[in-house]
Nanobody, 121 residues
């Protein structure tokens, strides 16, 4: 089995910063893409940022220039540095990873349990 555990959420004032972490553990042979998604109340889950094992990144337009995604392949961990936070960034943030559990396996996507980020105005 594979587990993704997020940490680093919390309450911050507008203009502040937070850093989210997500560590993958369990039966892991390799991980290709890792990413962060978020879901605000009454809205659909949306992509925030993704990063491949080679370091290529992709960001939602709404967070470009404010958020930075990075990863430590040796630790199977992905990070999201969030700066200049706005009230509209308030949401539950979910980690996602494409995991191959053994050499002949395909890649399957797993989700973390989510961490709340609240930005006050």
């Amino acid at each position: 089995q594979v587990q993704l555990v997020e940490s680093g959420g919390g309450l911050v004032q507008a203009g502040g910063s937070l850093r989210l972490s997500c560590a993958a553990s369990g039966n892991i042979f390799s991980i290709n893409v890792m990413g962060w998604y978020r879901q605000a109340p009454g809205k659909q889950r949306e992509l925030v940022a993704t990063i491949t094992s080679g370091g290529s990144t992709n960001y939602a337009d709404s967070v470009k220039g404010r958020f930075t995604i990075s990863r430590d392949n040796a630790k199977n961990t992905v990070y999201l540095q969030m700066n200049s936070l706005k009230p509209e960034d308030t949401a539950v943030y979910y980690c996602n990873a494409g995991v191959r559990r053994w050499v002949t396996d395909g890649f399957y996507f797993y989700w973390g349990q989510g961490t709340q980020v609240t930005v006050s105005s």
